[in-house]
């Protein structure tokens, strides 16, 4: 498993300078936007963007078919494997902790040129059973410039390999009459509990009936071989409802887990460590601790997000696909890296990358598209 990002911080730094830029230009009294000097900014106001673009389902999406729902944005884009992930993984989270039907949760994708809403519909559901509030909106680039100028932040080629394409890691909530109510540092725990609160403060519905929790206990009619795979199940269930397959199903970003449990761990460091039971529920607790070799720091903590009961459930599904599921290699290999030539971005070599040959050299790439526009220029060079 893997864990939350310090260059996140790193960008969200220079961020955070344009941000505060944007906002003396905009003439807001600095020092009442700040509150109490940390991130989460709250108490602003100031009139949304507008936009048109396409959602993933192909229809129509605009400022004005939001007006009336508070919202929440974000920004990302399918081939990051960095920030990316994290943010989706934190907004997934608010999606299960705001159980209030009318607030949206919209992330902009701030690489038009590849992620078609066909692409955004796959992406979707790479995160588990997607949550109809959810909209991920593709539109022209000049659009999504003109949108992340609205919210006070850049977007832009980054100079950096291992994520190209520069995009805020702040969240923004807007309420039901297209006013930007505040800003919200996706990796502070403290900020997303203040986003919680001030979007079902913003928000004028009544929240969402939640059903039963998870329960550990069988019945008593269960006997024991039907208790742990009904365990199993609702593990499945739960892993699948908080979205870890978004990161887990992609080698690129974080470990498979399929034949992880009692193997033999290579860890950031040099370490070792046995995937047993505590293993598992000390990354799901605390990954920052347990960054797995050769993968970056991509996953949140989810100590604050899953009960003790769930983290039982989730340790019966991990530790049940090493005999369901197959194993991949032995999980103490450390992951390879190469650079993508056409875009530069770092890629994790699995399987399924993207490759080709030329000259006799192998090439690894992050996409098809890079691929593809790597073996043209290659073929037009000849």
């Given at each position: ?92 989270l608010l999606e299960r902790e705001i159980d209030r039907p009318d607030i949206r949760f919209v992330s902009f ?274």
């Amino acid at each position: 498993m893997h864990a939350g990002s310090t260059k996140v911080g790193v960008r969200l730094g220079a961020l955070l300078a344009i941000f505060v830029s944007g906002l003396l230009v905009a003439r807001q009294p600095l020092a009442s936007l700040l509150g109490s000097g940390r991130l989460g900014f709250r108490q602003l106001s100031w009139e949304a963007p507008q936009f048109q673009g396409l959602a993933q389902d192909g229809r129509p999406v605009s400022e004005a078919s939001l007006r009336g729902h508070p919202w929440i944005s974000s920004f990302v884009f399918t081939r990051c494997l960095t920030a990316c992930p994290l943010i989706t993984a934190k907004l997934r989270l608010l999606e299960r902790e705001i159980d209030r039907p009318d607030i949206r949760f919209v992330s902009f994708s701030v690489d038009p040129d590849f992620d078609t809403p066909e692409v955004l519909r796959g992406y979707a559901a790479k995160w588990g059973p997607t949550d109809s509030r959810w909209t991920l909106v593709s539109a022209d680039r000049h659009v999504v410039g003109a949108v992340a100028s609205g919210f006070k932040v850049a977007v832009g080629p980054s100079g950096d390999p291992a994520d190209p394409i520069l995009q805020t890691s702040l969240l923004f909530l807007v309420d039901g009459s297209g006013q930007v109510r505040g800003a919200y540092d996706s990796t502070d725990a403290t900020a997303m509990r203040e986003l919680r609160v001030d979007a079902s403060s913003v928000d004028r519905s009544s929240p969402a009936t939640r059903g039963p929790s998870d329960s550990v206990a069988p019945s008593a009619q269960q006997d024991e071989t039907e208790a742990t795979a009904s365990r199993e199940m609702r593990g499945r269930d739960l892993f699948a409802s908080l979205g870890c397959g978004g990161c887990h199903d992609d080698a690129r970003v974080a470990p498979s887990l399929r034949g992880l449990y009692g193997q033999n761990v290579a860890l950031e460091g040099g370490s070792t460590v046995r995937a047993n039971a505590l293993y598992i529920q000390d990354s799901i607790r605390a990954p920052s601790r347990l960054l797995v070799a050769g993968y970056g720091p991509t996953m949140p903590s989810y100590a604050d997000f899953v009960s003790d009961e769930q983290l039982e459930l989730l340790v019966a599904f991990v530790t049940s696909l090493s005999s369901s599921e197959g194993g991949p290699e032995p999980a103490a290999t450390r992951a390879t890296t190469e650079i993508d030539p056409e875009c530069g971005m770092t890629v994790t070599v699995t399987d399924n990358t993207p490759r080709a040959t030329r000259d006799g050299k192998h090439y690894f790439f992050c996409s098809d598209l890079c691929r593809d526009r790597f073996l043209r220029t290659a073929s037009v060079g000849h």
